[in-house]
């Protein structure tokens, strides 16, 4: 059996409906900011958590959608496979890397840059996203 770490996502869009990707220090893919949930969080609670302790802003009060739960292989920890509860979520405050954020990225989810994506993001978010800006969801 393959083993799998649990994540939160989150699916952050600016006014141009572009996606915001983050790299952490150390790895080349590019992902949805998040991570795994400390002991007894909830799934909100553990979003609201990362994005401040990574991106310095927190989701708007109401904003946060549950988009899903998707599961690829990890990006970052070979022979692992990542399962992601991905919520769409409006923030506020400035969008700064911090902690082990070391790049960010707006990219447009129907025509994404050539850079290293994580399989996650490729196969699953960033299709659900071209979509919902498509109107097709």
């Known amino acids: 059996m393959t083993p799998t770490v649990e994540v939160v996502a989150a699916l952050i869009r600016d006014a141009a409906g572009r996606v915001l990707l ?6 080349a893919a590019f992902m949805q900011p998040g991570g795994k949930r400390d002991a007894g969080e909830d799934d909100v609670t553990a979003l609201a958590r990362e994005l401040d302790e990574e991106l310095g802003c927190i989701p708007v009060e109401g ?7 998707f ?12 399962r ?4 769409a979520a409006s923030v506020t405050g400035a969008i700064t ?3 082990e954020i070391a790049d960010m990225i707006w990219v447009d989810p129907a025509s994404p840059p050539d850079i290293c994506i994580a399989p996650l993001t490729r196969d699953h978010v960033l299709p659900l996203a071209a979509k919902q800006v498509a109107g097709h969801g």
Do not use: C, D, F, H
Request: glycine letters at 10%; hydrophobic letters at 45%; a positive charge.
């Open 22 to 27: 983050v790299r952490k220090r150390g790895t």
């Open 97 to 99: 890397p911090r902690a």
């Open 84 to 87: 992601a509860a991905v919520y």
């Open 63 to 69: 904003s946060v959608r549950a988009l899903g739960t």
């Open 71 to 82: 599961e690829a292989a990890a990006a970052n920890e070979t022979g692992w496979r990542v």
